[in-house]
């Protein structure tokens, strides 16, 4: 049975701030969206056109073509419309949601609030989700150059720096990686450089390191700017459960925070680990593997995205299905829990 007909909104972001028990969209096999519990029940109907991940209490939804927000329960929050000239509405982040908008200088994006009010009005490029209270954002350049350039708000819409840099990412552990020119260094809320600009690149800090590169080698440091796993991989995803995905002699293997391989290069392809299994690539098609490095569930599909909330998206050539962590099809509920 087809369980999808096209990726879902939750899909289209990147990264949620979903909780575990929280109701999980699910799409039915006729098009329509609801949402369903850890038993595979629906808990809210199938009522809407789009439905993202759950955040903050509340989840973003589109019927009969306006955008509005729904509780848990399902009960619709803030109608619509929210505005009219609202053309998409993503997941809450410290209290604020991205939003673009169509404007008389085109498509922007700005932020909306829980009341579906604009909070920040759409005046951004690009932006960022609010992380620790700040939220990147990227505007053109006042000359018309290639790269967009990048600052840093507040939840007021304040600037706290300025859009001047080509490179800004979203603040962890009080720090936030920026430079310009091939030199990143880490500021902290106020824009000072805390680790100086000596990097060619760098990421956000998780679980306590992040991944920086210089001479086109990737390691890791600390929050005090200290070289933990000294620079040598091809590239670095940032640590999650305890383990990052870097490349390696041209494939990609797991270490640990002393930087030794727990799972050896030899994968074509895999992302960071998520609920205990990585998406990984195998003669070209898709599968997941376990932190013990075993394969769990059998590489076929297209591709697969990673777990949350007990299921991942997967595509094989008679459609787009999604599994749970045995790699079982789950299809249309057949339990309803609704009211």
Not at 68 to 81: E, S
Not at 163 to 181: R, V
Not at 265 to 272: D, F, Q, R, V
Not at 300 to 328: C, T, W
Request: one cysteine or more; a negative charge.
């Amino acid at each position: 049975m087809r369980v999808i007909a096209t990726l879902p909104l939750l899909f289209a972001l990147v990264g949620t701030s979903a909780f575990a028990g929280d109701p999980y969209p699910f799409q039915r096999s006729d098009g329509k969206w609801g949402y369903v519990d850890d038993n595979h029940c629906w808990v809210v109907a199938p009522q809407f056109d789009e439905a993202g991940p759950f955040s903050e209490g509340l989840a973003s939804v589109v019927a009969k073509g306006g955008w509005r927000f729904i509780d848990l329960d399902g009960n619709v929050v803030v109608p619509p419309p929210i505005d009219k000239n609202l053309m998409q509405l993503r997941d809450l982040h410290d209290g604020l949601a991205k939003a673009e908008f169509f404007t008389n200088s085109g498509f922007k994006w700005g932020f909306v609030d829980q009341k579906g009010e604009v909070a920040i009005k759409p005046s951004f490029n690009q932006v960022e989700d609010f992380s620790e209270g700040f939220a990147v954002v990227a505007m053109d350049q006042p000359n018309g150059g290639m790269f967009p350039m990048k600052g840093l708000i507040d939840k007021e819409g304040n600037f706290l720096i300025a859009p001047k840099y080509t490179f800004l990412q979203s603040f962890s552990d009080g720090l936030a990686p920026m430079g310009a020119l091939a030199r990143v260094g880490f500021i902290d809320v106020y824009g000072n450089y805390v680790i100086a600009p000596v990097f060619e690149w760098a990421d956000s800090f998780s679980e306590g390191l992040a991944s920086v590169s210089n001479n086109g080698k990737y390691g890791f440091i600390d929050v005090t700017g200290r070289t933990v796993i000294k620079p040598q991989f091809g590239d670095a995803q940032p640590f999650s459960e305890g383990l990052a995905r870097v490349g390696y002699n041209g494939e990609m293997g797991f270490i640990d925070y002393s930087g030794n391989f727990v799972i050896p290069p030899n994968l074509e392809g895999a992302t960071s680990f998520k609920e205990g299994l990585a998406s990984v690539r195998i003669d070209g098609n898709y599968g997941y593997l376990s932190k013990a490095g075993d394969i769990v569930i059998e590489p076929k599909y297209e591709y697969a995205m990673d777990f949350e909330n007990g299921r991942a998206h997967v595509g094989l050539p008679e459609g787009d299905f999604v599994i749970d962590h045995s790699g079982q099809i789950l299809v249309d509920p057949t339990c309803d829990l609704v009211p």
